[in-house]
């Protein structure tokens, strides 16, 4: 008896040992990627694990695009890819995917747009064979909101927004552009602060004109009570979504010098070479009845009067 229940232990053993190894084997040969969300503010794009079944790389597509349709377990995030978008075709030549948009596309606003295509790209990169990604709006080359070609992207292209992954303080210091005293031409000043690295640079840089310059620095360009939706970069183009409360001027400031003090300061940062302003997400709109926001602005260095002053 003591002969077969030892053999009846080995037998066990073995069997558990061969489970545990064909587990491990089955968790090697899973091929995990990061699929992209959108938090609920719509301010940033968050990854998410996930363990890909497909192994033809058009099946890969196909099936991480429909798991970005879903919504994920997450209630602080969302599906990147709403039910309003609606995708016609996707093809692979060489290593590009070409992916042929519903001309319902171009409705969200444009700092939305720039999260989703960021984490389409971001998502499909990943699969083995897909390099780059291009968009099509209903057979035609995508255009974006300042009408430039859109092109083959890739996941270098999109400042990571997550805000989830570093909670730490670092020093900065940024060059910002505030109104003279009778509000016709720009003063830059330098102001050197600390902040919290969750919060990206070009939000950052917004949040420290509305709050306004300090007694030596100025005066204020940004009715003080406007509030920023979300700031994106695409490509060099920051895109800066505001509330409607920044339509209303509470200063004596010329509309240029209001918008100029806007682009100015961003321009200012590396990644940045141009701005469009929107509000509410819509860019078809006239600040003041005199500047039209459905453009991108470049730096304008002619309001400017004084040199930079350190604080």
Do not use: H
């Not at 064909?22 to 938090?39: A, P, R, T």
């Not at 747009?113 to 083995?128: F, K």
């Not at 701005?275 to 078809?284: A, D, F, K, R, Y």
């Amino acid at each position: 008896m003591k002969k077969w229940l030892g053999l009846f232990v080995i037998v066990l053993m073995c069997g558990i040992m061969c489970a545990c190894k064909n587990d491990g084997d089955n968790m090697e040969q899973q091929n995990i990627v990061k699929v992209y969300y959108m938090n609920r503010e719509e301010t940033a794009i968050v990854a998410v694990d996930y363990a890909l079944l497909s192994t033809d790389k058009t099946d890969a597509v196909a099936e991480v695009l429909n798991v970005m349709k879903r919504e994920p377990e997450d209630n602080k995030l969302k599906a990147s890819i709403s039910s309003g978008i609606d995708i016609y075709s996707c093809r692979i030549n060489e290593n590009k995917l070409i992916i042929d948009f519903a001309k319902t596309y171009k409705d969200m606003p444009p700092t939305t747009e720039i999260l989703v295509r960021a984490a389409i790209v971001r998502t499909v990169t990943q699969i083995e064979g897909i390099e780059t990604v291009e968009f099509e709006i209903e057979g035609e080359p995508m255009i974006d909101y300042a009408g430039i070609l859109v092109g083959a992207m890739n996941s270098g292209q999109f400042i990571d927004n997550a805000g989830t992954e570093i909670n730490a303080y670092q020093e900065v210091t940024l060059c910002l552009y505030f109104a003279n005293s009778d509000g016709t031409a720009l003063v830059p000043v330098n102001r050197t602060i600390e902040y919290n690295t969750n919060v990206s640079l070009e939000k950052l840089v917004m949040e420290q004109l509305i709050s306004g310059p300090g007694p030596t620095e100025g005066n204020p360009t940004v009715n003080p009570s406007t509030k920023v939706i979300n700031v994106t970069v695409n490509d060099g183009t920051c895109y800066v979504n505001l509330d409607e409360t920044f339509l209303t001027q509470v200063y004596s400031v010329n509309s240029e010098v209001t918008i100029y003090s806007i682009v100015n300061s961003l321009v200012e940062l590396d990644n940045v070479n141009k701005v469009q302003i929107l509000v509410n997400g819509e860019s078809q709109i006239s600040y003041r009845e005199s500047m039209n926001l459905n453009t991108t602005f470049g730096r304008n260095l002619d309001l400017v009067e004084d040199k930079p002053n350190q604080e």
